[in-house]
């Protein structure tokens, strides 16, 4: 799509469109005057020809969006999904910082069995 359009310099996101000279901001809604048949997932830039072929499409890589509104519409699921991958996290967390003091343990011991022998000079008169 991208190649369809080049940016202008100077910000404001304006593109021209190559194919009729056309400054437009937003590409996405200019591309469809000249590809009115495709319809493109907004996640992952999947084309699809028609419409519900793209819904399917959603329905089953990213159950979570809508692609007729374009918005994230199971809000529940998506927390859940968070919370998940939080505890996850935590859990992944709580096992590095077991493995650590595990280390530790042993590095104590190891250290205290190696300085056991010593004995300190004592200096009295
Ligand atoms: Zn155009
Ligand atoms: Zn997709």
Do not use: W
């Amino acid at each position: 799509m991208r190649l369809t359009f080049e940016r202008l310099s100077g910000g404001c996101n304006l593109h021209r469109c190559k194919l009729c000279g056309k400054v437009v901001t937003h590409i996405r809604n200019h591309y469809h005057v000249h590809f009115p048949g495709r319809f493109e997932c907004p996640l992952c830039r999947a084309t699809y020809t028609r419409s519900d072929n793209l819904r399917t499409h959603c329905k089953f890589k990213h159950p979570m969006f809508n692609p007729d509104t374009r918005k994230f519409e199971n809000l529940m699921a998506a927390a859940a999904v968070n919370a998940l991958s939080a505890a996850a996290a935590q859990q992944q967390l709580q096992q590095q910082q077991a493995a650590a003091a595990a280390q530790l343990q042993q590095s104590t011991a190891a250290t205290t069995s190696q300085s056991g022998g010593g004995g300190g000079g004592t200096a009295s008169d």
